[in-house]
């Protein structure tokens, strides 16, 4: 969120209007930018078809920092994001490519062709031309088809890995006027994009064909796969079909496909009407397609302008579309457009969430991803920062940089059960709710509520209940920690709780198969009443699955000094991490800042204090024991522990406060707040003056501080952070 930074709106490269913008991009060598990179969660253990959600909203490039606006939370229901827009080739924003990446899921690209993109359709396939005179060394005397270059092939590739995403949506809507000849050479094209996308980015690259011209160039939406489309569906990874197919179309898609036989690679996403999905989903599942999703953002485009509409309204909405109403909601379903003629009627139940159509997934596993979240769903209205609130701002932010998990496993409602013997008494209700008012780290929290009605009996009862909130993926021999802050936001007077962080295995088997091998609690003094509590797990049976599908959670112990008096109490959970536990044998060691750097802005009638600061992280080790006791050349002990070399363990970071004093403060904490970095792992922050939030009238200079968040959830202390100082 760097509200001291340029202009929200895209920079020039954020996008390609034409080819040759995106050969001129190509002459300029550009470093990689910093965005989490991708890797893949489990497969499914179910043979349900996937999920590709294809983001059209309001043309795309329209989140601002400076107000609410609209994100995608539920990535625990989709495999592939498309980041669409009007633009020749549409780039996703970091922001978005790291939001997906910490969910597992693939983020790509488009590649649009439209109304008047003829000209460049045929670019893309012979290349960039030289200004030179050339041509042919000597003419030949037999037929020679359209010549095909890989030239944007490598370029669009060489796009993907600097900027971090995955592949592309190739969306072809204008006529090829080279006929058979054309169409012939793009989808030998297509395979050149393919090769070069696996080779520069990796072998989970995708590229998705989306129906629109046919194999005589023809501008002819199918609606289902058949002859006319074939070549581009064998030639891409994926394929996604046009939207207005009558519900027949599902079967007889599948049919076709099951005819290739070998030679299908495989069936791709399959497109849904945009209004009322479940009623297509229906459609799909039975056939065994995956499924399109495309203009999601509909919820909030359509609402926005409703009288009472807030970002929670949305966010209830968007909820129920995507995991399903709560106990008394009812959703309002529209009635059916009539069927096409000669189609047979189809029938409905009621309404159905999208999620219950797909395999869930957890994200990836935490020794190759640390699984981070503050329950953010990307938009806030302040900032805090271990407990303490350093901004507010009515009218919110929005940043897909910091989004988080909101907890996967709490919507519509947590899944309660009884923890210990087991037990036939009703369980509390449990219901959870993002908000925006407190935080821990960011901005927002998870609240989490339970209520039950008295009951008559003794005078004192104990209830110990379980509560996951996120799922996570755990490799069986390793060991891991967990972390987890929270408070109580509601306390009941009637009762006593006891609160401790666990970790379950989740269906197909609910047997227990984790220890539990060490826990702690901080101290009752971390600000705005927050406590932490620390767990070190592994598994305790030998397990088959080289992969386990888990939940972290809370066990909750509820003593009751009544039980004819009602529950009600809620919590809030500000943060949870999971991060492989450090080996034994590591040595000790600490994250943290080596130094900051100003440089001032070269643009004409910039300000002292336009300009970018820069940093860099670093490692320390504690002191050795001693002194060193080898007993000669010929010693196999090493004289000092040696960190493994298949362990990442140099510190990474997920982003950086920064703060500002325009004169000498006797704590760094005492200095304001102006914004954070962009980017996983981004060591840069763009200062204006114009925006900094104190008078610099008189001043002689002003002090900038650092201060890193680690990938593992940690504010580092200020002795580890730095400061730099700018003469005016």
Not at 438 to 458: C, F, I, K
Request: glycine share 8%; net charge negative.
């Amino acid at each position: 969120m760097p509200l001291t930074g340029a202009s929200h709106q895209p920079t020039p490269s954020a996008y390609f209007k034409t080819l040759a913008e995106l050969d001129s991009w190509a002459a300029t060598p550009t470093r990689p930018l910093s965005v989490l990179k991708y890797c893949p969660r489990p497969s499914a253990p179910d043979a349900r078809g996937k999920l590709l959600v294809c983001h059209d909203y309001k043309g795309g490039y329209t989140e601002s920092p400076f107000s609410l606006g609209y994100t995608f939370n539920f990535w625990s229901s989709a495999d592939i994001f498309i980041y669409f827009s009007h633009h020749r080739v549409t780039v996703p924003p970091p922001g978005w490519i790291t939001a997906a990446h910490r969910q597992g899921v693939k983020m790509l690209g488009t590649l649009i062709f439209e109304g008047g993109g003829e000209e460049d359709c045929l670019k893309l396939l012979v290349g960039r031309l030289p200004k030179s005179k050339t041509g042919p060394a000597q003419q030949s005397s037999d037929f020679r088809s359209l010549p095909l270059s890989p030239h944007y092939a490598r370029v669009l590739a060489d796009l993907a890995h600097q900027r971090g995403f995955d592949g592309y949506l190739l969306n072809f809507e204008c006529p090829l006027q080279g006929g058979v000849e054309q169409t012939r050479a793009l989808s030998a094209w297509i395979t050149l994009l393919v090769d070069e996308l696996k080779l520069k980015i990796g072998t989970h690259a995708e590229v998705v064909w989306y129906d629109s011209v046919v194999v005589t160039g023809q501008l002819a939406w199918q609606d289902r796969l058949n002859s006319f489309n074939l070549p581009f569906f064998l030639s891409s990874t994926a394929f996604f079909t046009n939207y207005t197919w009558p519900p027949s179309y599902t079967a007889r898609t599948a049919d076709y496909f099951r005819s290739l036989g070998p030679s299908g690679a495989h069936i791709g996403p399959k497109s849904i009407k945009e209004h009322l999905p479940y009623k297509a989903l229906e459609h799909i599942a039975p056939a065994g397609l995956s499924t399109a999703f495309f203009g999601q953002g509909w919820t909030w485009e359509n609402t926005q302008d409703n009288p009472g509409f807030t970002w929670e309204s949305w966010f209830s909405d968007d909820r129920r579309l995507w995991t399903g109403p709560r106990a008394g909601e009812h959703v309002q379903v529209p009635a059916m457009p009539a069927n096409r003629p000669g189609e047979p009627p189809c029938s409905h139940g009621p309404f159905a969430s999208v999620a219950s159509f797909f395999s869930h997934r957890a994200p990836p596993d935490p020794r190759m991803v640390p699984l981070h979240t503050t329950f953010s769903p990307g938009v806030g209205r302040g900032w805090w920062v271990d407990g303490i609130r350093l901004l507010e701002r009515p009218a919110g932010w929005t940043d897909l940089d910091k989004q988080t998990s909101i907890g996967d496993l709490v919507w519509p409602v947590p899944l309660l059960a009884w923890h210990g013997d087991s037990s036939s008494d009703a369980l509390p209700v449990a219901k959870s709710e993002v908000t925006l008012q407190d935080a821990w780290n960011g901005g927002s929290s998870l609240r989490l509520a339970l209520s039950a009605p008295g009951e008559a009996g003794e005078d004192a009862a104990f209830r110990c209940v379980w509560l996951p909130v996120q799922s996570v993926t755990i490799t069986p021999t390793k060991s891991y920690e967990a972390t987890v802050v929270y408070k109580l936001d509601k306390e009941d007077a009637n009762v006593d709780l006891d609160i401790a962080l666990s970790v379950k295995r989740l269906a197909p088997s609910s047997v227990d198969v984790f220890d539990v091998v060490s826990q702690s609690v901080s101290d009752d003094s971390l600000p705005g009443g927050w406590t932490k509590l620390c767990i070190r797990f592994e598994t305790s049976t030998p397990i088959q699955d080289p992969r386990i599908k888990a939940g972290l959670g809370l066990i909750i112990s509820i003593i009751s000094e009544d039980v004819s008096q009602p529950l009600d109490l809620s919590l809030l959970l500000g943060q949870l991490n999971i991060y492989p536990a450090p080996l034994s044998a590591a040595p000790p060691r600490a994250p943290m800042l080596l130094w900051a750097n100003f440089s001032r802005s070269s643009e004409p009638n910039a300000t002292p204090l336009d300009g970018t600061l820069t940093w860099e992280a670093a490692a320390t080790f504690a002191p050795l024991p001693g002194t060193l006791s080898l007993s000669g050349a010929e010693d196999t002990t090493s004289a000092w522990a040696v960190s493994s070399t298949t362990e990442r363990w140099f510190p990474r970071f997920l982003y950086f406060n920064v703060y500002a004093s325009v004169s000498a403060v006797s704590q760094p904490q005492d200095a304001v707040w102006i914004g954070t970095s962009s980017g996983f792992d981004g060591q840069a922050f763009g200062v204006r003056e114009v925006n900094l939030p104190f008078d610099r009238a008189g001043a002689k200079e002003v002090t900038f501080y650092v201060q890193g968040v680690t990938d593992r959830g940690a504010v580092l202390p200020w002795h580890q952070c730095v400061f730099v100082t700018v003469s005016l």
